[in-house]
Structure formats: C-alpha cells, structure tokens
C-alpha cells in the first residue's frame, strides 16, 4: 500500500472520528436543553452513527424541537456526503492507475 493511500486513510480516519464526537457532544447537550432528557455519552454516540449511517432507528424520536430535527437532518445529509466524498478520494487513483 503505498503511503499516499495510508495517510489519506488516516486524515479520513481522524475526520470521521471528530465529527462522530463532536456530533455526539452536540446531541448529548441539545437533548438536555432543548428536550430535558438526559442521556449518556453512548446514548448519543449511537443516535450520531445511526444517522451518519442512515439507518436511523428513531429510538429517541421524535423530537419536539427544531434545532433537534434539523440537526439530525444535518447528521443525515452528513452521512451521505462523506459516503460521496469517501469514494472519488479512496478509488479515484485505482481507476486511474488501470487507464
């Protein structure tokens, strides 16, 4: 594998994993302030990557505020936008490299 490749998987890597906390992190005090329902730090982490995966189970739904449906909305369109970005910079040098 060459280097370009390892470092391109750890910058995803690394992004993935920061925006999975600090979606997490924004959930957990949404759900507090907005909902008044208290929720640990898993409980969140599981609503984050159900929605950035779209399978979206709904265990906390629905939800009475605004900033909380469009956030997960936002988590949603998250998911599919780095599915589509994840592609073109993970393949894109094998397609070129069979031309």
């Known amino acids: 594998m060459r280097t370009d490749l ?22 957990l005090w949404s759900m507090a302030f ?25 265990g906390f739904a629905p939800w009475e505020s605004d900033f909380l449906n469009y956030f997960v909305l936002i988590m949603n369109l998250t998911g599919v936008v780095l599915v589509f970005v994840a592609f073109p910079v993970f393949f894109s040098s094998f397609f070129t490299e069979c031309t």
Not at 9 to 21: D, F, M, P, S, Y
Not at 34 to 57: I, K, M
């Open 6 to 27: 390892k470092k391109r998987i750890a910058v995803a890597a690394l992004l993935v994993t920061g925006i999975i906390l600090i979606y997490a992190g924004i959930f």
């Open 34 to 58: 907005f909902e008044n329902r208290d929720l640990s730090f898993a409980q969140s982490l599981q609503v984050v990557v159900e929605s950035l995966t779209t399978s979206g189970y709904g």
